[in-house]
């Protein structure tokens, strides 16, 4: 059963600090999203990757995220540094091209 | 833009109830993707259909079935006898084949709970 899978599924941290969030997408998929969910702006598209190559960050706040894919079974999302209004639901999903999004479990970040 | 609607933000029923879960939608796209996920209270989002723009059957599930109409921009859930089980938020998204069928635009996603 193939599944998307991110670490760590929870992170408490304080202002300022830096945040590391990995997914490993589903063998053979060759698309990575992730996306960020709040109450107030629900699921957003923060950026993808095809092939590993980014293809539109164009969600991101560019001054404190950072998103790269090392390798194929490996996707990082980075804030640094970061702030209260970035605690959300961190989702990774990952496809084939101009196919379904399979979402991984999320990453609950909390900044306090 | 593209655009889609929930505008039904919480639904609550008892159990083996019949419910509908709306979904009106926006693009200039002839070529699109319509989908739904299920985010249980566990906080996964689950994949549930697919459809795209050419094929306006109606699919049915089990207990779930989509109906698909291009003339009103409508892409609706209807769960049949619902169940305790079937209590999730449920989110209605779309992509643009002029994306690249990549980028998913969400609704803000309809809260069901089934009562026993």
């Known amino acids: 059963d193939a599944r998307v899978t991110q670490t760590p599924r929870h992170k408490v941290t304080e202002m300022g600090q830096e945040v590391t969030m990995r997914c490993q997408p589903i063998?053979?998929?060759?698309?990575v999203f992730w996306y960020r969910q709040t109450m107030m702006q629900g699921l957003e598209l923060l950026a993808y990757f095809r092939n590993r190559a980014p293809l539109d960050d164009s969600g991101m706040p560019k001054d404190r995220f950072s998103a790269e894919m090392p390798d194929a079974t490996l996707a990082t999302l980075k804030i640094q540094p970061s702030e209260p209004r970035d605690s959300a639901v961190y989702f990774c999903?990952?496809?084939?091209?101009?196919?379904?999004?399979?979402f991984g479990p999320g990453t609950r970040l909390t900044v306090l | 833009a593209q655009k889609v609607t929930q505008a039904q933000t919480e639904i609550s029923v008892v159990e083996k109830e019949d419910v509908t879960l709306d979904c009106v939608y926006e693009?200039?796209?002839?070529?699109?993707?319509l989908f739904w996920y299920k985010q249980p209270p566990s906080g996964e989002l689950v994949f549930l259909i697919r459809?795209?723009?050419?094929?306006?059957q109606n699919e049915i599930s089990g207990r779930y079935s989509w109906n698909f109409q291009k003339s009103t921009s409508s892409f609706n859930f209807t769960i049949t006898a619902s169940q305790v089980v079937d209590s999730a938020v449920y989110f209605c998204a779309l992509s643009e084949a002029s994306q690249g069928a990549q980028k998913l635009v969400f609704g803000q996603g309809t809260r069901l709970t089934i009562n026993p």
């Open positions: 459809r795209n723009s050419f094929d306006e």
């Open positions: 693009t200039r796209d002839t070529t699109y993707y």
């Open positions: 999903a990952s496809g084939l091209v101009q196919d379904t999004q399979y």
């Open positions: 063998l053979g998929h060759n698309t």
